[in-house]
């Protein structure tokens, strides 16, 4: 089946540690998106991608890094700059290099929680 | 940035319509008008999409007024696994002009379904 795949669907992270989030995709799309979401909230834009080999900042993206070797990968490392990393973390993919008139296709998500 | 404006909840009773509304009086001429929806503890899952005509599905109707600057996402026979909440979202301006086109999500409509 084609789809979006994150791993792990939890996580826990001491303080001061990085940590990094996996989300494959096969359905040969180009755009890969990283959305932060704490509790009661709306999804907030962390990262995204294009391209391979390229990404650009979201909204919220200090204390996260990415890289886009692979048109199928798109793992969002966080880092311990990130001051309140426990959150639900969505990763969402689309086919072409807008999504105003496709469909995005998001993962199950991974919960992170700091201890 | 184009916003969309939506109520907070709404109540409504199985087997019978649902009407969500939304309101996106900055949109501009070549946003594309998204309705998303996510279940507790999942990722948000597309449910329809569209420019300025009418437009249905197997999952909803979408609705668009003739100035645009609002719509309604109808639910023709609700049933309780459409308990969710209901993001209307638009394409985000500022990633225009060559970047990238990310999905903006406000904190949507938490739709709740009586039996």
């Known amino acids: 089946d084609g789809g979006i795949t994150q791993s792990p669907k939890y996580l826990f992270r001491k303080e001061g540690q990085n940590v990094t989030l996996s989300c494959e995709q096969n359905?040969?799309?180009?755009?890969m998106y990283w959305y932060r979401q704490d509790p009661g909230q709306g999804l907030r834009l962390i990262y995204y991608?294009?391209?391979?080999?390229?990404?650009q900042k979201g909204d919220i993206a200090e204390g996260y890094s990415v890289s886009r070797e692979k048109k199928e990968s798109f793992p969002l490392t966080v880092t311990s700059a990130q001051k309140n990393p426990t959150a639900f973390y969505l990763c969402?993919?689309?086919?072409?290099?807008?999504?105003?008139?496709?469909?995005?296709?998001f993962g199950q998500g991974t919960r992170l929680t700091v201890v | 940035d184009a916003k969309t404006t939506q109520p907070n909840s709404m109540e409504s009773n199985e087997e019978e319509p649902v009407h969500l509304p939304c309101n996106h009086s900055?949109?501009?001429?070549?946003?594309?008008i998204h309705w998303y929806r996510q279940l507790p503890s999942q990722g948000p899952e597309y449910v329809i999409h569209?420019?300025?005509s009418n437009v249905n599905n197997r999952m909803a109707s979408l609705a668009i007024a003739e100035d645009r600057k609002s719509s309604t996402l109808i639910l023709h026979r609700a049933t309780l696994r459409d308990a969710a909440v209901y993001y209307c979202?638009?394409?985000?301006?500022?990633?225009?002009?060559?970047?990238?086109?990310?999905?903006?999500f406000g904190k949507g409509t938490h739709l709740i379904i009586q039996p």
């Open positions: 569209g420019l300025t």
């Open positions: 969402a993919s689309s086919i072409g290099r807008t999504v105003r008139n496709t469909e995005a296709f």
């Open positions: 991608s294009q391209i391979v080999n390229d990404f």
């Open positions: 359905l040969n799309h180009d755009a």
């Open positions: 900055t949109i501009s001429g070549t946003d594309y």
């Open positions: 979202i638009l394409r985000d301006e500022r990633y225009s002009g060559g970047g990238a086109d990310g999905l903006t």
